[in-house]
């Protein structure tokens, strides 16, 4: 059996004139900055740190990089674009260039690890493979020196050092062993004053009333079924150290000349999907939706994740994975990959399963070309969350709602509150899941530079942007993939200031931080592009009435015009053109129930206006997003204020929207 989670051997790989180094020795023993994690975070943080013209050295325990991003979510968690900024913004621009779109938020794996191992080599980043956290050295509050032990065990331990230490790893490791404070599972609700933290049991991914817990049905000697934790269930909001439930993202594909049939898996145990049975019993299935979110990717995948109450999440098994050794966690993702693989074969094959749902699910297998040194399994176990740092500020309810707003942002969140569930257990005599959460309705929030940082007497040369200060529920709607990458770079930026100005992270002035992000987003000298939303009330002209939504469109809302109205109504988008040159115009576009056929749009250039339509039937929304980007061509634009893009609701039936207008120069 391949080993195909952390400790996969492969050779010494040199690819141009950057290293990646498998199980070896780091070039050199000295570093300005110092990743943990070849996460998307950590990626996108050493590419940065390394345009800065730092030395860098990035160190990933396995032998992928991309984390999540790379092993199978490819149905990017969004919640709101306007969060997403940057290089983060770069990368999806980059996937929609492969597949000849502006831009795109759904994605093959390979597709996106072969953008993170370009990113890598367009800085010339070392990368170190196979080498896990062992010690860590402190001079005071600084670290100065870790230990790390090769996962081949082939080469004797390596020592790094390095001025700044970003810890960009989904457990945390660097983090903890540096002895910064941090916490795993569940607050309770009274510790920050919030409402949706601690024991919850709600009906979202839940199972029926009625099922019966035990192995022979109304028996409690003949045991519990598989999958349904002993105990009793707590008063809702009473903390604890539950961990959410992790899966794998699967990537399927129905293309016949692209797959491997799905066989029995090694350590199938088809009496661990019992309570399957039984919420098929007394939910039946129409199609492999009803068990599963079976999300279409391009060239015939898919990315599957968790449905309904048994599903792919396995739910309670994960609760030691934050703070346990080496070992026991490849054991806890060994269970995964199991329980993984035995599922997609039990539906597929066991003759209690629905004929209709055995045939569909056996039109998928492994894809060939995913995941090829890999047994075409995922790199990446779904570690959703694990330690979660207590830094100078804690991201809480109240951030995510709007209640407390922080003036150090460097990153904005978007998502729903999102917690999988972390326990299933008896309740009144029925097998029921607890602890999930899908709490939403509030626009995009900042999140704060003091969230990424320990306390300065903890450490004073570390930053933390994934497994960064918040509480539970917060964290679930920081923790998307995109943010990730957005902390990583900005954490990056931090780390470069402080070198430079001989600082703690702790000293560094955020508002340098937030200039430098703003002015040079791509780390690469390129003017950055211009964005005018229509609630910016100095960039915007408005005639007649025109009504304001919250959420659901690009920032913190749209406007809505009736175009059946007789008065006239426009919005002119007047942006300031700092450097004359091409420009590519797009205005985002939320696709609504009600919109008007044909929306008609006036771009004037300074010296003649144009007229563009866009076509409500042609514009296709892909992804977890309310709208796209839709191009108005490419004009060239003299410095100052002359040109505009006007959106106008006059002559046509249905509801007009105006949102932001984008101006991206031309490279």
Avoid at 560 to 578: G, M, N, Q, V
């Amino acid at each position: 059996m391949k080993n195909i989670f952390f400790y996969l051997l492969m050779p010494l790989l040199v690819i141009s004139s950057f290293q990646q180094l498998y199980g070896q020795q780091p070039a050199r023993k000295d570093y300005d900055i110092c990743i943990y994690g070849g996460t998307s975070s950590g990626v996108i943080a050493a590419y940065t740190a390394a345009k800065l013209g730092k030395t860098v050295l990035l160190i990933e325990p396995g032998t992928h990089l991309g984390g999540m991003s790379s092993g199978g979510l490819g149905l990017t968690d969004i919640g709101n674009k306007y969060a997403i900024s940057g290089l983060a913004l770069d990368f999806y621009r980059r996937i929609g260039q492969h597949y000849s779109k502006f831009e795109q938020w759904v994605f093959e794996p390979h597709v996106a690890e072969n953008l993170f191992l370009d990113y890598i080599k367009r800085a010339k980043v070392e990368v170190l493979y196979q080498n896990r956290l062992t010690a860590v050295v402190k001079d005071g509050n600084l670290i100065s020196e870790i230990t790390l032990e090769s996962t081949k065990k082939e080469t004797s331990n390596n020592k790094v050092k390095a001025k700044m230490f970003i810890d960009c790893s989904y457990e945390g490791d660097l983090m903890a062993k540096a002895g910064v404070s941090y916490t795993v599972g569940r607050e309770a609700n009274d510790l920050y004053k919030e409402s949706f933290n601690g024991v919850q049991l709600m009906k979202g991914h839940q199972l029926p009333d009625g099922i019966d817990p035990y192995k022979t049905p109304g028996d409690p000697s003949s045991g519990l079924l598989w999958g349904i934790n002993p105990g009793v269930l707590e008063k809702d909001g009473t903390g604890d150290k539950k961990v959410q439930a992790y899966n794998f993202r699967i990537c399927l594909t129905n293309n016949k000349d692209n797959l491997i049939p799905i066989t029995k898996p090694e350590n199938y145990q088809p009496e661990s999907y019992e309570l399957l049975l039984r919420q098929m019993e007394k939910r039946p299935w129409k199609s492999l939706q009803d068990g599963f979110i079976w999300s279409g990717m391009p060239n015939g995948k898919t990315d599957i994740n968790n449905r309904n109450g048994f599903s792919t999440d396995m739910i309670g098994m994960n609760w030691e994975y934050p703070d346990a050794g080496y070992q026991k966690r490849a054991e806890i993702w060994k269970a995964h990959i199991d329980y993984t693989k035995g599922l997609l074969y039990f539906v597929g094959n066991d003759p209690r399963v629905a004929s209709h749902i055995r045939a569909e699910l056996n039109k998928w297998g492994y894809p060939k070309d995913e995941y090829t040194d890999m047994g075409n399994w995922s790199h990446q176990l779904y570690v959703r969350e694990a330690r979660r740092m207590i830094g100078e500020l804690v991201m809480t309810q109240h951030h995510c709602q709007g209640r407390e707003l922080v003036t150090d942002g460097v990153g904005v969140a978007a998502y729903t509150m999102d917690s999988h569930n972390c326990n299933r257990l008896i309740v009144n005599g029925m097998v029921k899941n607890e602890g999930n959460v899908e709490e939403g309705g509030f626009g995009p929030y900042p999140i704060s530079y003091r969230a990424i940082i320990p306390k300065e007497s903890e450490a004073g040369n570390l930053l933390v942007p994934v497994c960064l200060s918040a509480s539970h529920i917060a964290y679930g709607s920081i923790r998307m993939e995109p943010v990730f990458m957005v902390l990583g770079q900005s954490a990056a930026v931090a780390a470069a200031k402080a070198i430079d100005n001989k600082q703690t992270v702790q000293k560094v002035d955020v508002s340098q931080i937030q200039a430098q992000l703003k002015r040079n987003p791509l780390e690469d000298g390129s003017a950055p592009e211009i964005l005018v939303d229509n609630s910016d009330a100095t960039k915007i002209e408005k005639k007649g009435n025109w009504t304001v939504h919250k959420h659901g469109g690009y920032g913190p809302d749209y406007i809505l015009a009736d175009s059946t109205s007789s008065s006239p109504k426009s919005i002119r988008y007047r942006p300031e053109i700092s450097k004359k040159g091409m420009y590519e115009l797009y205005t985002y576009y939320p696709k609504l129930k009600n919109a008007a056929a044909v929306t008609v749009i006036n771009v004037y250039d300074g010296t003649s206006t144009r007229a563009v339509l866009i076509k409500d039937a042609e514009v296709k929304v892909v992804g977890q997003t309310s709208g796209e980007w839709v191009s108005l061509g490419t004009y060239s634009l003299n410095s100052g204020k002359k040109a505009y893009v006007e959106i106008t609701a006059k002559g046509s039936e249905g509801a007009v929207v105006a949102d932001a207008v984008l101006f991206v120069p031309g490279k």
